[in-house]
Nanobody, 119 residues
Framework: QVQLVESGGGLVQAGGSLRLSCQASGRTFSSYDMGWFRQAPGKERKFVAGISWSGGSTRYADSVKGRFTISRDNAKNTVYLQMNNLKPEDTAVYYC????????????WGQGTQVTVSS
């Protein structure tokens, strides 16, 4: 199990940028695939971006491709989400999640950080 704490959310105008961070506790962080998800009011939580345990593979939702970049620093137990050219429809609570690669998918979640994009 790993504990996750997100930070970096806030209010930004459309076209602006934010970088989210997710600090993980535990010595096995480098063995987890990591992901970012988001949930807008009244909507389901959706996948945004994922990164493999080594950082060598990334994937993105179509809605954020070319604007968002996921990365990780295993020495710092941290995963990042750089968000550029933000749009009002990116407004949501953003969650960090960890997949321990046991076949059960993402099992550990952070508390979330609010991102609000004004038009």
């Amino acid at each position: 199990q790993v504990q996750l704490v997100e930070s970096g959310g806030g209010l930004v105008q459309a076209g602006g940028s934010l970088r989210l961070s997710c600090q993980a506790s535990g010595r096995t962080f480098s063995s987890y695939d990591m992901g970012w998800f988001r949930q807008a009011p009244g909507k389901e939580r959706k996948f945004v971006a994922g990164i493999s345990w080594s950082g060598g593979s990334t994937r993105y939702a179509d809605s954020v491709k070319g604007r968002f970049t996921i990365s990780r620093d295993n020495a710092k137990n941290t995963v990042y989400l750089q968000m550029n050219n933000l749009k009002p429809e990116d407004t949501a609570v953003y969650y960090c999640a960890a997949d321990p690669l046991t076949g059960r998918g993402y099992g550990d979640w952070g508390q979330g950080t609010q991102v609000t994009v004004s038009s």
